[in-house]
């Protein structure tokens, strides 16, 4: 079956960075979208970032813009999410996940996600 494992998370400090990573199994990675969402305390699962299958084209939220870039190695079925200048509202649980049923990058999350990973905690100190 479909597994999406993340890891990377932990403790930051404001201005500082982490990368998560997302190793995935049970699936052709290359042949999908993958993305990453967050939930923060006490606030609903959104949306943070999406690749296309072969990494040439990815979005982000507009939060994240210009601080946080997503990749890929499919190689490795690894995606990655390099966040930098981390802010204390980037504090949360991330996620990885994969939509078996788009082609493009923009419509992750559209209508649901077919996979979730476990999630990995972030918490940024200011």
């Known amino acids: 079956q479909v597994q999406l494992v993340e890891s990377g998370g932990g403790l930051g400090q404001a201005g500082g960075s982490l990368r998560l990573s997302c190793a995935a199994s049970?699936?052709?990675?290359?042949?999908?979208?993958m993305g990453w969402f967050r939930q923060a305390p006490g606030k609903e699962r959104e949306f943070v970032a999406s690749?296309?299958?072969?990494?040439?084209?990815?979005y982000s939220a507009d939060s994240v813009k210009g601080r946080f870039t997503i990749s890929r190695d499919n190689a490795r079925n690894t995606v990655y999410l390099q966040m930098n200048n981390l802010k204390p509202e980037d504090t949360a649980v991330y996620y990885c996940?994969?939509?078996?049923?788009?082609?493009?990058?923009?419509?992750?999350?559209?209508?649901?996600?077919?996979?979730w990973g476990k999630g990995t905690l972030v918490t940024v100190s200011s």
């Open positions: 690749i296309s299958r072969i990494g040439g084209s990815s």
């Open positions: 996940a994969v939509d078996l049923h788009i082609a493009r990058a923009q419509d992750m999350g559209r209508n649901g996600v077919d996979y």
């Open positions: 049970g699936l052709t990675f290359s042949a999908y979208v």
